[in-house]
Every structure is written in structure tokens, then in C-alpha cells.
DNA sequence: CTGAAAGCGCTTACAG
DNA sequence: CTGAAAGCGCTTACAG
């Protein structure tokens, strides 16, 4: 029984007989052998293993795209590795050599801020790049994101068509890809003309109710906030009645996302909802034809956004 | 330039002039070169990969286990395989047999119910595993639980002495792991007497809900809800207030784990806390443990809970 | 300090 | 239908 013969058997490639397929068979049964997928690795070049790196594990998104980037994998009979850059280059960097070193097959990546170009340079040695919320001008690379104007266009538009006329907007200070808005507005007009600000604070609950407090000195006629996450509009909604603001009727809250809560806090959130699911779906279908159709330069896919009108504004 | 003095330069092990490692690195930097672990792992026996399994991708511990499994494998060089088995034994069989073939060097599995003889199929091959949960009782293998017994009784106790008199439980439908309470105790006495009741439903806003109202089909002069988990809690409280019941007037209800909005929503949630970073510190600290000294048969880890009381009851 | 040989467990051509 | 040879890119002894 040569190895070639069970590598036949194993790989069902056919051509021995049904009486050898049976003993061999057997024999791995009784010997619980599993095939080194190193060893065929090593010479197929196809690992059987992809990579997802996402900036920032408490993104609610990336539970989405976990759960369905695994999905999509498991039915292609692939493995996949998962790390965290902590939104720190150095570290995606690291991340990206160790993957690449492990003979991924191609890569879902939330990237770090500018580091289009560290991608474009793994893509074009050949390894397919799925870029969330990034454009990567390369081959062998394609970028996923929602459509955040339209999102923040449409929130700014509720807020000023309910009366708003003076509004802060809390971002984050985590570099902003595209999950998050505002970061085309620095001019701070919100591409609206309306009056307003923005600080930056950590995407959490307690960073929202920070943001506020500093809106609130900036602005004290402050009337509406744009929030860069839900957990951050909750913060901001706390911190706001703390200071004997009603919500919504002194101040409008928007928040993005549409975390499962959002429904359920006090106000009801209003928030620009983010499909998670159609998201995951969208990266996980673009990467599969990244390596399914190599080489190809793709447009970058656009997901649509809404508004979702509760009580908060 | 002999392959050997190559290894011995990228691998750090001496026995070279400075003028050959510095060729060696020049010429590193300029073609690009990484090492093919696939290759190294084949001959080493150590693939630089660990596994990460779990069952299900909306846990809230799944996050903050994932974050500090990462950050400490990251640290030890080693890349982090990433599954879930979505409560489907048969799933997990799959994961685990492709993550061996994968060799991994050891995994962290919060396994789906009455799996324990198969994770100790692979432990005794040789292969560390720490199991979330769940006793495994092998060599190469251990479990880390947090004490939910005592969580348990604790949350009986507040609400016994609070004045409530009927308390119904709702627990999940996914065979429940030590993350979740309620699994041991079938009866319904809840350790405590009290006249109670169990239902089960789907671990979420929506599942909490319905729960609740089984529960009052059930038992008309209920005033307390045990959730398995905040969401749960969340949907029970949303339900009892559609029906005209106070909380906590009326009915007082406790969740599990204590998530970041727990304190948020209205009435404010009491909880059973779960601390996730001490959960993952000491999952990531067992593993460890396992890959440094293979062989040992270890105690389980149990963890200490909290109950925090807030509003809701 | 440096290198030629053998081999990890597979698969790819090629021969019978 | 079956197998002997070569080689994927490394590392482990061992020799100079």
C-alpha cells in the first residue's frame, strides 16, 4: 500500500479499486489517521486557511462578520485564523506578515487608519484582500462599506426637519473607518450648514456621557447630537438628563448601529440602522470571488443605510 | 549561502559572523522573504496555531474571551484558529478534527452539551484543552467555570428576601453551559423552595419576551423572573410592562452576566455579574499551563460571581 | 563559523 | 489499478 495509493483514496481521486479503497479505509478508521494539512500545505500552496482581522474587537459589527465570514469559510471547507490590530499599525502589521507566513489564502481586514498601502502590498504578491470600509487600489483586492454619507445625510436632514438647529456630533478617537460617520466633515458643517461641533471620545457608554459634558461647554444652546455609535448615544443620553436636559425634548439623539438595545433603552434610540447581517454577507461573497477570480481590479461594494425613527430625536 | 545558515540566522541561534547575518538580513529585507511556517511546523511539530471554539457567536463572554485569548497568544507568537459550533455537536466534531489536522497546539473550547468524552478523545492524543464550562476528566485537559451555583443562590436569596413569593425562571433552549444558570436545577425548587416555574426559549430580547409570557399562562401570581441572561431579562421586562405589570413593582427580574447596558435601560437591570476579564485572564492562564506542562490531570478553575443589585429588582 | 545530507508528511508527474 | 521517485521549504543531526 504505497502512499500514493491512500492519497488517491483520501482525495477521492479515483482510480483503484473498491477492495483497496475498503482496506485503506479501515485503516484509517482504526488508526484515526488525519491528513497533515501542513504537509499538503506545503506542497498545494493552498493552506485551507483565511484570515479576518478586525481593528476593534467591541465593534458590534464584528460579531456579524465573524459569524458569517466562519460560515461562509466552514462551507468551503476552510479554517480561519482571527486576530485583533488593536487599531495599532505596528501591530497590523505583525498580524498581516503572520498570516501571510501561515499561507493564508486571503484576508478579511477592518483596517487601520491609511494603511490602504501595507494592504495593496500583500494583495499585489498575490494574496486576496477584502478591505472593510477602505478602498485598496490594487489587484487581488476589493473594499466593502456602507454608504455613511447617505446615513449621515439622512439624520442630519430628521434632526433639522424636527426643528434641531444647533448640533454636536461625538466621534470617535479611534480612527474612524467607514462603520463610523463623520470623519469627511471636519469643516463641522455636516454638509448641512447648520450650526455645529464635534469632539472625539472613546466609543463607549462612559465616552458618550464625556462627549456631551464637553458639547455643553462648547455649545451651551445645544439641541441635537449625532453620536458615532449606540453605545455612545447612551452615554450621551445619560449624561444629558444628569444635566437636566430632557431627551428628546431639549436635545435629539442619534445614534448608529441599531445595537439590539437600542430598542429597549429609555428613550427608544433613534439610529441609523447598519444591516450587520447583509454586511457580513456582502464581505464573505467578496472574498470568495477574490479567490475564486484572481487578478481582477473590482469596484468597491456600497451597502445602503436607514434611518430608524424611535423617541430619542 | 547554505539553507542552514540561513535558518540558524532567522531563527536567532548563534553560531554565525556578524558580516554573514548581516548578508543574510540585506538579502531578507530585499526579496521579501518570511519564513513558510507550514514548512517549520511540519518538521518542529509546532504549528504556531492555537484553536479558539465556541458555541455560539452572541454570548456576550464570547467577546472578552476572544480579545484576551488573542492578546495572550499574540504574545506567546502564536495565531489564533477561530470556530463556532453553533451548538451542533456534530459541527464541533468537524471543528475539532480540522483544527488537529491543522495541529494546532492547543485549544480553548467552550463545548456543546455531553461532548466531554470527545474533547478528551483528542486531549489524550496529546492535545492541551481547556474546556469552558465543563469538566473534562483526562490528562492534557481542564475546565474553567465561573460558580454559578452561588450566583444562583445568591439571586433566590435577594429576591426571597425582597418579599417575592413566585418566581419563574427563564432559561435557554441551547443546552445551557455553566455561563448560564438553571441547567442543574430541573425541578424548579431553585435550591430554594420557593414555588417556581421553568421555561425555556431562544437566548434573546425576543426569546425574554415570549418567556415571560409562558410564564404567566403558567402561574397568574408570578413576581419574579430568574433570565439566564441580560437580554432575556431585557425582553421579559419590555413583555411584563406590555401586560400592565410593573417592574419591579410588580414583578421583580434578575439577568445574568451584566453587560454594558445593563445599567442603561429602565428600570436599571439587577444581574448576576460575571467578570469577563477575570473569565478570559484565567482561560488564557490555563491554556498556557497545559502547553507548558502536558500531562498533568489539573483541577477546574471556578470562578466567583457578583450579584449586582439595581431597579429592576 | 559553515555546509551537505536526510527527512517531516504529503502530492505531482511519470512508469508500469 | 498500483507504486517508486522527486520535491514542497524548512530543521535536525552531523561533518568539516
Redesign the interface.
Known amino acids: 500500500m504505497a502512499p500514493r495509493t491512500v492519497s488517491r483514496v483520501v482525495n477521492d481521486e479515483g482510480g483503484y479499486s473498491q477492495a483497496t479503497r475498503q482496506r485503506i479505509l479501515d485503516a484509517i478508521e482504526e488508526l484515526?489517521y488525519?491528513?497533515?494539512?501542513?504537509?499538503r500545505?506545503?506542497i498545494t500552496r493552498r493552506?485551507?486557511?483565511v484570515g479576518?482581522v478586525v481593528r476593534n474587537?467591541?465593534d458590534p459589527l464584528v460579531?456579524a462578520l465573524?459569524?458569517s465570514a466562519?460560515d461562509s469559510f466552514?462551507e468551503q471547507g476552510r479554517?480561519?485564523?482571527?486576530?485583533?490590530s488593536d487599531d495599532d499599525a505596528d501591530?497590523q502589521g505583525a498580524v498581516l506578515?503572520?498570516?501571510?507566513?501561515?499561507?493564508v489564502e486571503g484576508m478579511i481586514v477592518i483596517p487601520v487608519r491609511d494603511s490602504s498601502p501595507q494592504l495593496a502590498d500583500y494583495s499585489r504578491?498575490g494574496l486576496p484582500i477584502v478591505a472593510v470600509g477602505s478602498l485598496v487600489e490594487a489587484r487581488n483586492a476589493t473594499g466593502v462599506m456602507f454608504d455613511l454619507d447617505a446615513g449621515f445625510r439622512l439624520a442630519v436632514r430628521h434632526l433639522l426637519d424636527t426643528g434641531r438647529r444647533s448640533i454636536g456630533m461625538i466621534g470617535s478617537v479611534s480612527s474612524s473607518y467607514a462603520l463610523c460617520p463623520g470623519e469627511e466633515d471636519k469643516d463641522g458643517t455636516f454638509g448641512a450648514g447648520a450650526g455645529s461641533q464635534m469632539v472625539r471620545v472613546q466609543p463607549?457608554?462612559e465616552g458618550g456621557a464625556a462627549g456631551l459634558e464637553q458639547l455643553l461647554e462648547l455649545k451651551p444652546d445645544l439641541d441635537a447630537i449625532l453620536a458615532c455609535n449606540d453605545?455612545v448615544a447612551?452615554g450621551a443620553v445619560?449624561a444629558a438628563r444628569a444635566r437636566g436636559r430632557r431627551v428628546p425634548e431639549d436635545i435629539g439623539v442619534i445614534g448608529c448601529n441599531d445595537i439590539?438595545?437600542a430598542g429597549?433603552?429609555?428613550p427608544s434610540l433613534t439610529t441609523i440602522r447598519l444591516d450587520a447581517g447583509l454586511f457580513a454577507a456582502a464581505v464573505a461573497a467578496a472574498l470568495q470571488g477574490l479567490i475564486d477570480e484572481p487578478g481582477e481590479q473590482r469596484d468597491p461594494v456600497v451597502l445602503p443605510v436607514e434611518l430608524v425613527v424611535r423617541d430619542s430625536a
Chains 1, 2 share one sequence.
Open positions: 484515526g488525519r491528513p497533515n494539512l501542513l504537509a500545505g506545503l493552506s485551507g486557511t479576518l474587537l467591541a460579531l465573524a459569524a466562519q466552514r479554517s480561519m485564523f482571527f486576530a485583533s501591530r506578515q503572520s498570516l501571510w507566513s501561515h499561507a504578491r463607549t457608554v453605545l447612551i445619560g439590539e438595545p429597549f433603552v429609555t
